[in-house]
């Protein structure tokens, strides 16, 4: 967390997380290369996608991991989630954790009841997941450290008790 302005806190992407994401799909890439072209090498089309798609996954972390974009930036009269619009605290109506199933482990996040959902304008990810386990306003838990996820748990209860007084 880094408190920049008065009354507002960004929480950031774990980045010892994000490097191992980073060393793994540099391992995809290397077993893409090898296995596709080894196997494939009369159809370049199959082995250029597995090429394309992992350089993107790298290229889309390293990104992330230089431009260093917050995860959540919270302010009194709202909470910005990566880059959707910002969600009002008058607009909540609650706040839970979730546990999800992804493959073969469970991750939690923070998922957010929204009183007026058809106000907002959602970007293209979240008209994608708006009617999946990860909602449209929803904080992943597991890419933040703990104690970066038990603050913003925190943070977020305070100022949705403070708005409903």
Known sequence: MKKTAPKEFRFYYSRKK?????LFNLALLILALLFTISIFPEYPLIYHFAIFTTVLSVLSILIVLIVHKPLAVITSQSITIDRCPPLYWRDIISVGTRTIKAGFWKKEIIVFNVRN?????????QKAIKNTDFTAFSIPLYAMDRKEGRLINQTIHKYLKSKKH
């Open 18 to 22: 994000l490097i191992l994401y980073l």
């Open 117 to 125: 959902f058809k106000t907002y304008k959602l970007n293209l990810i």
